[in-house]
């Protein structure tokens, strides 16, 4: 098992930026997707955006596309998420996790890290 930890969540203003980052505690394997998702209070977690560890192939929600981007700094086992032009309704607890299927069920992720919460102020 993988430890995940985020940091970089906080509270900005509407159309502020943040940059999330998620420490492993090993590296990932070769067939290794890593993902971030967040939960808002009273509603299902949702994907965010998902990379393959070794590869780089991204796939985002379209509620981010073009606002966020995901990248892997392979050497240091760092996954980062960097948001760009934030909204209101990205107020969340966002988690980064880990799988080894390149898909957006958060169900099909076997790691997780604690969260971290990010709060845009209209």
């Known amino acids: 098992q993988v430890q995940l930890s985020e940091s970089g969540g906080g509270s900005v203003q509407d159309g502020g930026s943040l940059r999330l980052s998620c420490a492993a505690s090993a590296r990932p394997f070769s067939r290794t997707v890593m993902g971030w998702f967040r939960q808002a209070p009273g509603k299902e977690r949702e994907f965010v955006a998902l990379i393959r560890w070794h590869g780089g192939s991204a796939l985002y929600a379209d509620s981010v596309k073009g606002r966020f981007t995901i990248s892997n700094d392979n050497p240091k086992n760092i996954l980062s998420l960097q948001m760009n032009n934030l909204r209101p309704e990205d107020t969340a607890v966002y988690y980064c996790?880990?799988?080894?299927?390149?898909?957006?069920?958060?169900?099909?992720?076997?790691?997780w890290g604690q969260g971290t919460q990010v709060t845009v102020a209209s």
């Open positions: 996790a880990r799988g080894s299927q390149y898909t957006t069920n958060h169900q099909a992720y076997t790691d």
